[in-house]
């Protein structure tokens, strides 16, 4: 074996402490072992690869802006302070590329979420604990999700453990909470082609650990003291970030799971393809649509009960009940979820679709004797075509006094600020009241009349 032919290169890999997976580790080197002077090797294993079908629109900062906000960052391959570096086909990315990225994405106001999208191995230890104490701070800000798809492992799962969530694939891999730190001993090769290196130094530590000599007792002491307090600044983090035990964590021995195995050691918090994560948000984002939704009704109603002059503490019109039980928001839950979905324009399939929708809704049994609600509906709001069938339905079938859903209480508060008896409301009224909600609950702008 020569000697390191690049020392730049060389000093980042071994002698310092690393935030990486041991099996990742040797595929950096085998990637690099022309230049750091490796005989031949067999390649590792490459290892899982990332899995995910929706894309969006890149951002000037490098991260993806799907159509209805989502925010993605993708964190992939070996990680440093500084990236850049070319690997084979590695490339080593940067802790400051990926903080820029996701400051810029905080900062984005077409940004509502942020997902951070996880394959790596982990790497180096400058820059780690700064950028996941960057995500840690953001958190409240907006969401912060992130998936290991597919590996999340040392550096990787320290950044990932930031996150207000975070998910693995089935086959992904998370966990690795540990340090490593590799010593090169050439001595040996060197006397067997007939060479002795001598170092000529000041100060005892001046050529500790030096690649031309056995690692001293005292060297190496002083080597596992350095790994022992970085892994407890990594231990202390991902207890603070996951609020899991030390005990848990140290238990782990710097192990890597699996899928739901992560999830059971308390290290992910639930299986899911990135894809998945996406349609997650946006139903998480419908319910508490829904739950604003109901909340604005219910404050409405009451306002509107507490201004009238009649003595009756119950007035006409004001039949809306003093809380609303989440399990009668179905409806509300569904116009939510179809505004939160949006929809891609300029793409066929999206033109396709919308008009399916509208198409549905104008066709449906439903839409009978309901004409001018129906193409309101259809044509003044993005509803799924089963949410506004059921609006439809529930229009014609049942009174506003009776109401047992958000919806109902909307059209009767609705017909009471109107002046209008609620069992004589018009048509129109009623299409009124409820795209007036809906726009306000959604935060669209537009026509309600």
Request: negative net charge.
């Amino acid at each position: 074996m020569s000697d390191i032919r690049n020392p730049l290169i060389a000093q980042r890999l071994f002698n310092t402490p690393l935030l990486v997976h041991p099996a990742k580790l040797d595929a950096v080197i085998y990637g690099l072992r022309e230049r750091l002077g490796v005989p031949d090797m067999p390649a590792p294993d490459a290892g899982p690869l990332a899995y995910a079908v929706e894309t969006g629109k890149r951002s000037e900062f490098g991260y993806q802006v799907l159509a209805d906000g989502i925010g993605v960052l993708n964190i992939s391959g070996v990680l440093a302070h500084h990236g850049g570096m070319q690997a084979d086909s590695s490339y080593v990315l940067g802790y400051q590329t990926i903080a820029q990225q996701f400051e810029a994405a905080m900062q984005d106001p077409m940004v509502r979420d942020v997902v951070m999208v996880l394959n790596s191995p982990g790497g180096e230890v400058a820059g780690a604990f700064d950028l996941a104490d960057q995500i840690f701070a953001a958190r409240g800000r907006k969401p912060i999700h992130a998936i290991a798809s597919d590996m999340a492992c040392s550096a990787a799962y320290l950044i990932g453990s930031a996150a207000d969530s975070l998910s693995v694939t089935q086959t992904g891999y998370v966990g690795s909470i540990g340090v490593v730190m590799r010593h090169v001993d050439i001595s040996g090769a060197l006397a067997d082609a007939g060479y002795k290196v001598t170092h000529i130094y000041a100060g005892e530590w001046k050529v500790a650990g030096n690649q031309f000599e056995p690692l001293p007792d005292k060297v190496r002491a002083k080597f596992q003291a350095e790994i022992d307090n970085l892994y407890g600044m990594f231990v202390h983090a991902v207890e603070r970030n996951r609020d899991l035990m030390p005990s848990v964590i140290t238990g782990t021995e710097a192990d890597t799971y699996m899928g739901q195995i992560g999830v059971d050691a308390g290290l992910a918090d639930r299986v899911e393809t990135p894809d998945q994560l996406f349609a997650r948000i946006r139903a998480e984002r419908g319910r508490a649509g829904a739950r604003a939704f109901a909340t604005t009704a219910t404050t409405e109603t009451s306002m509107s009960a507490e201004q009238t002059t009649a003595p009756d503490p119950k007035p006409a019109g004001a039949t809306a009940p003093a809380t609303v039980p989440e399990a009668t928001n179905e409806q509300a839950v569904a116009v939510a979820q179809a505004a939160a979905a949006g929809r891609a324009d300029g793409h066929a399939e999206g033109v396709t679709a919308e008009r399916e929708r509208i198409s549905a809704i104008l066709t449906s049994a439903e839409a009978e004797g309901r004409t001018k609600l129906a193409h309101r509906l259809a044509f003044q709001t993005d509803m799924a075509a089963e949410a506004a069938i059921a609006v439809l339905a529930d229009a014609e079938q049942a009174k506003p006094e009776a109401a047992g859903s958000v919806l109902k209480s909307l059209m009767a508060d609705q017909s009471a600020r109107l002046g209008e008896d609620t069992d004589d409301a018009s048509e129109s009224s009623k299409a009124a009241g409820i795209l007036g909600n809906y726009h306000a609950a959604t935060g669209r702008r537009g026509a309600t009349a």
